[in-house]
Every structure is written in C-alpha cells, then in structure tokens.
C-alpha cells in the first residue's frame, strides 16, 4: 500500500556521482549572483532544477543534502522545499515523462481521451512507468496552455493540440530516438 | 477593430529580437521617463492612467506604487508575477514568448519609477523556453544599454532577473511568491506587513502581473490621458483576454474594453462562436476562480442590460447573478459539458495547490473535492449538495490567503446557478453516468421585473 | 523593543464582547482578550506567544471587528485572526457575542477534527489535549465526514520523542522551537496541502538539549515523550511543581507522580496552556531535566499544582479515580463528549486509502507504484 511516507526513505543516486561538474559549478555561482549576498538561499529552486537535470531526472536524498552543502543550508530546509514544488520528482522517473493536464479546459478538450489512450498504447496509467523504463505517465494540473488543448509536457516542451495521432507519432519518435528527444 | 496597445506589433516576424523591437518603436518609454520625467512623475502619470492590476485583483497600480515605503538606505523590490497558473489563463505567456522585450521595456521603466535597482520576474517553472526567451531579451537589453549601471546617463542603475518556480500555482499569490524566491515553501505569509512595506527579504517591494507592467509602455509612451480614453469608465485601456473551452478560435485577444461578452464570444474577429453547432451553456468568464455564469446571465445582466467586457459589467449583480474579470481567463462550456464534472476538476485543482497551512482550506478544499467526486460518480446524496455550500461557506474569508476564497467562489456559483444539475445526478445516478444534463434551461431569457416608476 | 521606548508606550482602549479595555498599543486582540480573561478569550491552537512568528494558521481564533478603530470606526469586512491582529484605539473587538464567530469557529474546528483519528482512548495526550477541549467547547456536532481519515506512520524522531503525525494539526510551533530553542532544525514542514507533513524526512534523530520543548508546545498528541514511563493516563497522575538547580534551564518543572515514582517531566503552564515565564523569560527546560530525572530524590517539591482551565484534569475528577478505566464520561464529569467519543477502531488508523482517491496527481500519488483510476 503507498503511503505519503514513501518518499522518505533514504535513497541515493546508484552508478551516479552526485557532484556538479565545473562548468556546472560556475553556472551554480551565476545563479547565486543574481540575489543580493548573503541570500544564496534564493538560488535554492534553480540550483535544485539544475541538479535534478544533471543527476538523472529526479532528486534523491544524496542530491539534496549535496545542494545543502553548496548553498551552505540545513539538509531539512531543502527537504521541505523539494517536497512542497510538483516539478520536482522525489523518485526516479522513465526517460520520458509525460505530464497530461487534466484541469477543466483541458478537461472539456478530451484530456480524458488522451490518457486513456496513452494507457491503451503503453499500459501506463497516471503514476506508473512502463516496465522498460522509457515512459512515465503522470496527471497534472493547468499548465497554462488551456487555449491549446488537450496538451501535455515533454520534458522542457509543451505538446499542443493532442491528437491520437500526435500521440502516435510522439511516442514513436521518443522510442525511436534513444538519445533523449525531449529536450 | 478594436484599439491594440500591447500586441499590436506581436505578428511582426522578428519582433522578439532586440533589433526588431527596437526598430518598431521600442524602449522609447525608458528614454522618455529617464530623460524626461521624475520617477514621482511616471507613478503619476500611472495614476492617472486608471491601470488597474491584470493579475485578477484589479487593484489600481499606480495607487500600489504610491504606498511603496521609501525608508533611507533600505532597497526596494519590482518582482513581475509571471506564475500564470490560474486555470483559463494564458496570456503573460503569449505576451512574453512573442514580445519578451516589452515586458522588459516596461519593468526598466516601472523600476525607475520605484527605484528598484534588482527586479525579477517569478516566472512559472513549467514554461521553461519562455524562461529561455526573456533572458535570451534581458541579456539583449543589458548589451545595447537599457540595463547596467547608469542607463542613459541617468544615473538609474537597473537589473532584470528571472527565476524559475517549480510547479506550485498558489506561488501567484504575492507573499508565497516572495517565499518561493527567498529559496522557501511558498506559504503566503499572514498579512499586514504587506509587501509594500516589508515584502522581499524584508525590503519594500511592489508585485505586479506581466501584463500591468507591460502596459506601462503605451501609458508612458502616449500619455495617461490618451491611455484612459480607451475603455469605459473605471475599465481603462486595454485588456489581454484569454479565452479557451469550447469555442471555434481560443487564443489570446487583446480588447478594449468596450465590447460586449455576446460579442466577444460570437464574433469572428475574437472566439468565433461555438463549434459544431452547439450552443452556449455556462463561462467562467474571469479565470477558474470566479463565478461561472449560465448562458442566459453571462449576456444581459439581471436588470437585462447587455452584459459587457469591462471589470465593472462583468461584476454587475455581485455574486448573485454577477462574476469578475480576473485574470482575463475566459472558459466557455457548451451544451454537452457537465458542470458537475467540470467543477469537481477544479476543486481537485485547488485541493492539489493549497500550500496546507491553514485548516479551512487545507481540509475544505479535500473535503469538497471528495463530496464532488461522489456526486458525479453516482454515489451522491442530496444532502451532499448543501453539505459542499455548507463547507465553501466556512473556507470562504476565513484563510489566510484568496486561495480559500478561489477554491470556495466555483462551487458556490455552480451550486447557485446549476443546483438543478447536481439534483439530477443525484436523482439519477445511472443515466449521469451515460450522458450530460444538457442545455435545459440554462440560455432561456431571463425574467427582468418591470422597473418601478419613480 | 529596547527598554527606554517601553515606558513611552501609549495606551489604547479597546473593546471586546462589552468589556473594555486599557492596553499597550501593538497588543494583538488574543493579548488584549487574555488579559480580560474568561469565555471573552478566543481558543488559539496556533498562536505561542514565546515563538516568534507563531500564530494565524489555525483560525480558531477568528474574531469580528465591528469597528475598526475610532479614528475610522468601519467595521472589517472579514473575521480576523486575533493573534495577529493589533488593537487599534477606539476598536470594537466581538468574539462570543458574535454569531458569524461562533458559527465560523464551529467550522473550523470541524475541519482540524476532519482528519483527526479521534483515538483519544490511546492517546498519551488525552486530558490535556487543547484539541478535544476545543472540540468540547466550541464544537457543534459530529463530523459529517464520510471519508476514510488521513493517516501518516508513527516516527521515532531521536531517542525521546515519539511523532504521531496522523494527530497533527500543522500548527508550526514545534518548528519554531526548534529554529527558536535549538541550534539546529531537522524537522520541518514536508509536502503540501491535506498531504502536509511535520517530518525529519529520513529518520534523523533531533538530538539537541533543548528538543523536549516541542513537546509541551504542541498542542495534541502528536509529539509525546518517550520516557512517559507506563503511558499512564495524564489524570492517574499527580501534578506537583518542583524544582532543580540546572546549570542550562531554570529547573523548574512539573512532576507528574504516582505515589513517589516520578512519571514524566513538563515545563510549567500557564492558563493558556503555554510555559510559564520567569522575570520575563519564558521558562524552557532542557532535555536532562525532562527526559533524565526520574527521581524524585532529584527534585525539590514544592507543592501540588493548580490544574489550569485547559485541562479536563481540572474537572477535578482524577484524585477519585482509583482504577484506570479506558472511558473519558466518566473523567469528563458526566458530560458525553459527543465528538470525542466518535472513536475509531483503533486499527483503522494505520491504514491508508489517500491512494485510491480519484484524482489529481500529488506527489505521493507520483510516488506510489499502483495503479490509480484516471
Ligand atoms: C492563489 C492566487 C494565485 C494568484 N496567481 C496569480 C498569477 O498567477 N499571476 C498574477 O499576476 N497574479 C496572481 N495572483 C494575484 C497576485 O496575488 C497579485 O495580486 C498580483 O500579482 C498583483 O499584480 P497586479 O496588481 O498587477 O494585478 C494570485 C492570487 C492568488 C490569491
Ligand atoms: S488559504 Fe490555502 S493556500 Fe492560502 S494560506 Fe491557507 S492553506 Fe495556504
Ligand atoms: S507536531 Fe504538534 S506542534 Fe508540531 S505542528 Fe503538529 S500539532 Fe503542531
Ligand atoms: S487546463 Fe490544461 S493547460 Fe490549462
Ligand atoms: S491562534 Fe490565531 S490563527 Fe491559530
């Protein structure tokens, strides 16, 4: 039985060094040069969206107390930020991550259909990956495209106007392509 | 064809380069308010111009910017609201994917106005490119001089910053949007102070939605008073409105606001009307949080006067028979929608975005969603329906923040002007489940008692 | 504020529920009221007047201001939290005498019990809980919940405190003790919304002398005491007030005894069920007091205590009462608690149905491997 607890085991990024290269390292002190000193804990959302891109998609626990240590916080002030923000996923994720909005525009579009059609092509239903790690499906709420539904997001892309046939294709050009097509 | 102001030059190919922008006209306002005005004199001339907040509130901006607290030595904040997560609502987003620098136009000049020497944008963490296109505009502006130290030989040092949220709509609120770009939990903070006299890291701050500071440019540019004879009266200038649901042409329309919702909706210039020969049945005329309205009092007003796209008219007949602009988010449901369904996605959406820290809404909001959720699914009782006015009643004006408020409004109007839809889910379970409740009633002309003659 | 502004304070007359009164300017309405006393006080289950930044996020303490100030005598549009509200001069302040009060106030406390396991029977904090007095006082009738209850795992957090979260009522305050009192925070507020959580995220253990706090702040029986040596019934035991010479806290506590075997260690309470002051200072003890002085030969007794307002203990009935029995009528003078003893089978509240809930994504939703109905 999942419980809201679940997240908090310990977890650690396995095969997977948890330390920002220098380049990365240099745009985390660009980040923090853009608030006034001594308020580095303001770069604390973009640094965490930095690490969750370059440690494999998602934040575990390793992750967190690592961007602790950079922006010189308690390891429970990150906790609590990570959690509170839906972008952030406390779990690893498939290669894809398909985030259909089902919020009430998108709801009077047909985004009902589409998750029920990505379920019929994939057999995913909202929250579960399928079993070779390619695809995770996930519900959300309005991303503010409502005008252009039903829509989802794709990584860093917005997928408009979502047709059983634009799914068709999405799905074939991300299982074609391995190197990430999402970004 | 109505007036245009802010997305008049949005189709011209390049416009969100700095070359274009600034080949068509742009950041002349800057050169005007650094050269040619005090920044007393540009809040003034914002005052003067009768721009109310495009944010939902519809505060007057240039009376925001009058309470900013002044304290020597201590630094003042511009933060532009770019969170757009209000359900319906997609407008900022147009304006900043296609013409980012007038946004930045717009803050250079507001922070003048402010003295502001840092402003940021909070922008919404999901639209990620458009995070990519205002700094790609910011970065534009900073090299040709609009941002640096002593922009024009003024002495106004100014710059811009965006940060990323990261998924969390009641981060629109002001004060959880400060939170959030302190680094924190974005928990609304218990107001007063407001965030006039202590808002980011505790300095004086002014938040503004995109699209108000964005209309700075025209005020400026043409003067305050060419600005207000646009409109009708309080509604001044002109408007982004987002409209979507089921309607031929959803998109981003700018109005001025002087034409009529019937207008708005049917005509080709705007949504086009209702696709596939449906009808009109119900619109959220104002962003998820406001009233919805059936067809017949979204068009005339309960006095039977033409209903109109003005903050005013919207709000005629209060929440009885009446709605708000807000944030311009337009959601229009023909015959086949259910409203009861409709309504529940939106209690879902404000259960899931309450920050949990007060009890009305953090327990309402759930509450409300699972009552709802019975009702459409067949498991409804009749007393459910005056258990959820019941409970809307008690979240609303006791929370700490408008979320309270925003989670309550939909339910209540759905209840007061659909109660007969929620009965007949209730009486029939099965048959709801197989087909919607339809048109009935809903766009039939609405009774105006005879005035009395005085 | 520094003492050569304190004696300039000028003083504003206020009104609340027709008793008015002189108070400094800059007391908030709850202050203004303690001061008055009695039913003219409203409940408050967030506000601690020792942390600072405590306080609106219950709303128990919602008030109506029927006039504003006398310089602008409008009244405000929406109840107010009186623990963060300041008293204007000439402000017409109504609690009990207010309908709209009463009938929001009903409300609110339905909605912290909403959720609440009501498990009062196993609960280490029965009869000194301030949500079942408030459940008493200002509630209205049973829940009209139909819903299965939130329910969160107990956590050990550290070696003397036990988290029962699925009590909680996010009230805060034991997060700012521990920013406050401690040196370092690790716990805090994880996820949002009806999913929020008072957690360490990782089983950290709190280990810092000052941790023990949390647990007289907190309002329920979500932080309780490990040591409470036979989890006895509060009012099995006998309150005495005693004393210690410590070296890092001002050693003066509450024993709770039972014949001479020392039970559990508390800071002392005032009425408002906050720790008492000393010139001043708010009268925290340290963790070796609380959790390492288990003898009475360790203290020096002072006396019986006068069992506050708050507690059902001061019903009076816990000194007759020989035999522990599980049934709260009878320690609540008669009167049956209605909503109290709305008790769940005790089991029920280590399951979890948040899963099967339709609906949006949140992020445990994200995180849990089981199908969910779109
Ligand atoms: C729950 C909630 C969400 C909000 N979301 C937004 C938003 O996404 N964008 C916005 O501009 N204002 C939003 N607001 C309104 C802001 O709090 C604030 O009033 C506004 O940014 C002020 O700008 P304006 O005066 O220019 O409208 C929201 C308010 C609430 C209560
Ligand atoms: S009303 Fe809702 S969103 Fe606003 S502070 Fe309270 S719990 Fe948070
Ligand atoms: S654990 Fe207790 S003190 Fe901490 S937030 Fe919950 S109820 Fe309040
Ligand atoms: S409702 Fe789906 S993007 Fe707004
Ligand atoms: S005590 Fe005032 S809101 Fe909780």
Redesign the interface.
Known sequence: MPKSTDYKKEKTNQNMSVSFSADKLKEVQQIIARYPEERQKSALLPVLHLAQQEFGGWLSTETMDYVATLLQLEPIEVYEVATFYSMYNLKPIGKHLLEVCQTGPCMLNGSEEIVAYIYEKLGIRPGQTTADGMFTLKTVECLGACGYAPMLQLGKNYREHLTRQKIDELIASCSGQSTVATT | MGRKLLLEKANVPGICTYEVYRREGGYRSVEKALKSLSPDQVTEEVKKSGLRGRGGAGFPTGMKWGFLAKPEGV?RYLVVNAD???????KD?YLMEFIPHLLIEGMITASYALGSN?SYIYI??????VAEILERAIDEARANGWLGKNILGSGFDCDI?V???????ICGEETALLE???????NPR?KPPFPAVKGL?GCPTVVNNVETIAAVVPIINDGAEEYAKIGIGKSTGTKLI?????INK???YEIDMTISVEEFIYSDEYCGGIPAGKKLKACIPGG?SVPILPANLLLKTAKGETRMMTYESLADGGFVSGSMMGSG?F?V?DDS?CVV??TY??A??Y??????????C??????M??IL?NIE?GKGKMSDID?LWDIQ???E????CPLGDAAAWPVAAAIRHFRDEFEWHVLHPQEAQQRNYGLMHYADPIHVPNPVMA | MSSDTKNTIPTVKVTIDNITIEVPAGTTILNAARQIGGDVTPPAMCYYSKLEGSGGKCRTCLVEVAAGSAADPRPMPKLVASCRTGVMDGMVVKNITSDKVKDARAGVVEFLLLNHPLDCPVCDQAGECHLQDLGYEHGKEGTRYEFERRTFEKEDIGPYIQLHMTRCILCYRCTYVADQLTDQRVHGVLDRGDHAEISTHISKAIDNNFSGNMIDVCPVGALTDKTFRFKNRVWFTKPVLAHRDCPDCCGKVTLWQRGDEVLRVTARKDEWGEVCSYDGKPGWICNTCRFDKKAASDWVIEGPVNVNRHSVISQGHYSALQTPKETLPEVMGGRAPKLMMDIHDVSEVNKIELSQLPGAATGSDFNSPAPKEA
Do not use: D, M
């Open positions: 630094p757009e997560s209000e359900p319906g609502t997609f987003r840092r919404r963490g999901e639209y990620v490119w910053y940060h990323r949220g990261a998924g969390a709509y959030s770009l302190e680094g924190k939990r974005g218990i890291w987002s409209a979507c649901g089921n959803p998109g981003v998820s988010g959601i449901l929608q369904r409709h996605t939106l879902r959406f259960r899931h975005e309450s920050c949990g820290q007060c009890s009305p953090r327990e309402g909001t759930g509450w969603e699972k959720w699914t258990l009643r008690k979240i004006g006791n929370t700490i």
